[in-house]
Structure formats: structure tokens, C-alpha cells
């Protein structure tokens, strides 16, 4: 299964009847990777059937509301559901200072351990890692500390052909030897090459998350060929003005630096509420950069090597 990106909300500032604020979730394996949490992300997590249970990582961008107001809620279902597993959380330093507070006042007591990680703006980290992937932060240009995120996914074993595994009667524990890439020697000393068992395993992708960013093509060398790119694009080309003073990106902007940095793919998303029809930003983008979509809530997308 290759890993899917799944678009909780996209909109900037203010939800409105349509759309929520940003927050998405990548999904690696059995892993679920939350990046930023706009205010009612929980609920979207209801709408759209994706379960919170196994969300091992939060990574919060910056501490501008739109982008972490679900957070405590979210927290707290996750504890009267019963979670017992640590959380790794991700964010700007104070992030945690906050949710300290939240859980003390509110005389909260969290089932689980939250393991937090502060995220450094002034330079490429890497935050974490695990078996199948890596999160490295690196620096975007907004008003307030705001990092943008990296998911490189790490090299698999070789993938198990079964049918070859049963003809051969190879029992299951030697499955993690096989992916490993050692050959099989079976009790009466026949031995079966590793290249009969197993395949090469599927290629490992990159994803990038800009959130929020004035126009910096800075950014191009830390996004460099990622198979998919996702940048926000609050305004279009008529608003670059407005985009430059708050710290946004216009859609042609986004696909400038997508192209810059020759991703595969490239999703826009935190759109100002004044657009109603989100095609214009496509279509503005597409003509610098043909390979975009839209972030709307409820879309999904395979991410392959691209
Ligand atoms: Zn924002
Ligand atoms: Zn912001």
C-alpha cells in the first residue's frame, strides 16, 4: 500500500460553511502522521471515517490559530478514548508551554505520554524518526516562527513473493531474514536463493508540507524533487500586495517555486475565504506549474515515486 495523503480542511484564517482550517494526514504503513490542526479537525476526522487512533505524530507548523486550535480537543478525545500509547508532538517551543496549561486548568488528566519535539526556525532539523519514515522541519518565511515539514519515508525490506514462499514451505519466521535479503537453506540443506522469494521493494517518497510562507524561493533547496510539494496559495496574482504584506503566497507563486524545485506533484491549499470558486487558484497555478491540485477537504491522494 503506498502511502496516502488525506486533506482535512485547507481554508486560512476563518472557517466558513464550507471549509475548515488546515489540518491533513499522511499515512505510512499503519502510521498516521497529523500535519497541523485547525480548529473542528476532530470532527472532520469523524466526517471523512478516518479513526484517530493511530496518530503517532502531530506536527504543528506555527501558532497562528487556524493552524493548532483543534489541538486540545483533540487531545482530550484521544484520552477518553482510552489511548495509552505516546504521542509525539511537534511543534514551535511554546506549543508545549500551551498545552501544559490547557491540561492543568482544565484539571485534565492525559492517559498518555505526549512527547514533545520543538521545532527550530532557523534552520533544517531532523526531528524524528522512525522505521518507516523521518520528519525533518526547515524554515519558512511568516510572520511568527513557522517551520514547513519534510516526510522522507525510509528503505523497506524486500517484499515477500507468496506464493514462492509457500511452494517452498518456508515458515514464517524467517520472513524478516528474507526481507532482509538472506537466502533460505531448508532442513535437508537445499538451499533457495533470496532472488526466488523476494522482490525489490516499492520506491520510498518524499512529501513536503508548506503552510504558511511568503513568496522564498530559500525554500527551494530543502524541497528539492519531493514527489509531491504541498504550498499554500492564499491569494491569486491580483492580490500579490496583500500576499506579501501577511506573509502569503499567491497560487502563481506556489507553482513558481514548485517548479523551482522540480517536484512531481504539487497541492495548493489555504485558501483566502473571499474565493468561492477555488478553480481560479488552479488554474492561475497550472499555468506555471500543469501537474497541481486542489487541497479540498475529503480529497486523497496516493502518493507514488514520481
Ligand atoms: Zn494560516
Ligand atoms: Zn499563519
Known sequence: LNPT???????????????????????????KIMLDCGEGTQNQLLKFGIRHTGITHICISHLHGDHYFGLIGLLSTMSLSGRKDVLHLIGPPPLKEIIDLQISYGGIHLNFEIAFYPTNPEERCLVTQTKSFEIISFPLKHRIHCTGFLINELPKGRHIIKSEVEKYNIPFIYYNSLKAGSDFTSSDGTMIPNKLLTEDPSPTIQYAFCSDTIFDTEIVKYIQNVDVLY??????????????????STAEQAAIIAKMAKVGQLIIGHFSSRYENLNLLLDESKTVFENTYLAEEGNSFEITKA
Open 231 to 248: 504550498h499554500e496559495a492564499t491569494f491569486m496574482k491580483n492580490q500579490e500586495d496583500r500576499a506579501n504584506l501577511y506573509f502569503h
Open 5 to 31: 495523503l488525506y486533506i482535512l480542511g485547507s481554508n486560512s484564517a476563518t472557517p466558513t460553511r464550507e471549509r475548515h482550517p488546515t489540518s491533513q494526514i499522511l499515512k505510512i504503513d499503519n502510521q
